[in-house]
Each structure stands twice: as C-alpha cells, then as structure tokens.
C-alpha cells in the first residue's frame, strides 16, 4: 500500500522501509487493539455469569471494588 | 506593571519577569494533507529538559490512533494505558514491554485530532519519560491516559506521529519547551 510520510513541511511518498515501518507499526497496533477488545469481552462475559448466579448490580460492584 | 501575565501596552519587562514565563513554543508544524505519519525535526534540544506537545484541529480519514517514536529508535518503548468509554463506567487498560512505540498518545475522528504529552528529557542522556492524554469526539468514544518510558538514553531532537490505519489532513502539532 502507498503511504504519504510528513518531515516537518515536505510531504511525500514513504520509501518501501519507511512504508514497511509503517506496516509493522499497524499490525502490532492491530494485534493490541484486538487483545484489548477479547479482555473487554471477556470481562462482559464473566459479568453476565455472575448475574446469571443471581447476583446483583451492587454485589458484582463490591466483588470487583468499583 | 501589572502582575505577569497580565501585560499592558508599551510594558518593558524585565528580565526576571521573562525568566518566570514557563512554556516557550518550540515549534508549529501544519500537518498536511493525507498523511500516514508526520515528523517533526528539531523539537528537543538542551535548551530544555521538559515538553509539551499538543496535536489539535484537523481531520482523520477514519477513527484511528496515533503511535510516537524518538528518532529512528524502534525499540524499547514501555507503557501502560488506561480507557474509559463515555457509555461505561468500566475502566480497560493494556500494558506493554519492549514495543516498537507508544500506542495510542494521540487520536483522530472523522471530526477532529486530538492529544496531548509530557515528554521528559528526550534530548538529556537519560530515559526518556512519556504521559499523554486524549479524548475522542465520538459519542461512545474513549479517553485515555498513557505513561511510559523509552528504555534507552539516546539523545533525540524529532519525533514521529504515525496514524494506526487511514491518514490525517490538516491540524497542529506544537511543541512547547518548558523552562528548566
């Protein structure tokens, strides 16, 4: 994929090292988003079970010290 | 005269007055049109040890982050953040060891960019400290706090601003140096 890079007022097209940077850049930034997304989700998850045990709003509340 | 910095007209100040003034802008750099990352040279030196940048203004072409490195540097970068989203009271975080870079100091929208860090003695033969901020213009949007250090003592004079996908158009990235 073809990038504009920025160094202070010149913009141009990245090189294939600084567009391969970029990449990498973007994929580790993926893979973190992604991670986070499956701990939100899991935590969703384990709240519903709790609930799912009768447990109230106020009670998973205290449980997790919020 | 009136107390700094309240300045009437045709005030000399002195120089102990001008030696109080804390933030010096360093630098203003227009971000420009459809840019995937943007460089800013000569933002640290030795004149000073503490700054504070500020991204402002513009536009994303789709929500996204934006990741800083020092220099060429692409390793050693160590961090921890934490979120909250406007719809929940939950708060998430990440943290991170021997990265590429610090995630997510900045944010864009299809509205604005937006972000702000400390950053601590770049230029100085020490590790480099890093504590940013951002809230997103978007309803069920994010804020943010990030706090790290980069695991090295290079010195480094100019950083990066890469979007973590899409590009940005238009806005400011200022530099200020705060005085020592």
Not at chain 1, 25 to 48: C, D, I, N, P, W
Not at chain 2, 69 to 92: D, E, F, I, K, R
Not at chain 2, 147 to 155: I, P, V
């Amino acid at each position: 994929m073809a990038y504009k890079v920025q160094i202070d007022d010149i913009v141009r097209d990245a090189t294939p090292q600084e567009a391969a940077a970029i990449e990498a850049q973007r994929q580790a930034t993926a893979s973190a988003a992604a991670e986070a997304e499956a701990k939100a989700a899991a935590r969703e998850s384990a709240l519903a079970k709790l609930a799912a045990l009768g447990l109230t709003d106020a009670e998973i509340a205290a449980l997790l010290g919020v | 005269m009136a107390t700094p910095p309240v300045f009437t007209a045709g005030a000399v100040l002195t120089a102990a007055q001008m030696n109080g003034i804390g933030l010096w802008l360093v630098k203003s750099q227009t971000i420009g049109s459809a840019v995937s990352a943007v460089t800013v040279t000569d933002a640290f030196s030795a004149d000073y040890d503490n700054y504070f940048v500020t991204v402002n203004g513009g536009v994303a072409s789709t929500t996204n982050y934006g990741d800083m490195t020092l220099g060429s540097t692409a390793t050693g970068y160590y961090m921890s953040q934490n979120y909250m989203t406007y719809n929940s009271n939950t708060v998430g975080g990440i943290s991170r060891q021997n990265q590429t870079r610090w995630i997510a100091i900045t944010v864009g929208t299809t509205n604005v960019l937006n972000g702000q860090c400390w950053i601590h003695d770049p230029f100085n033969a020490k590790n480099t400290i890093v504590n940013a901020w951002y809230a997103q213009t978007l309803t069920t949007g994010e804020n943010s706090l990030v706090r790290g250090y980069l695991a090295d003592t290079t010195s480094y004079t100019a950083f990066t601003l890469t979007a973590s996908t899409g590009t940005w158009t238009g806005g400011e990235i200022r530099v200020y140096g705060m005085r020592n």
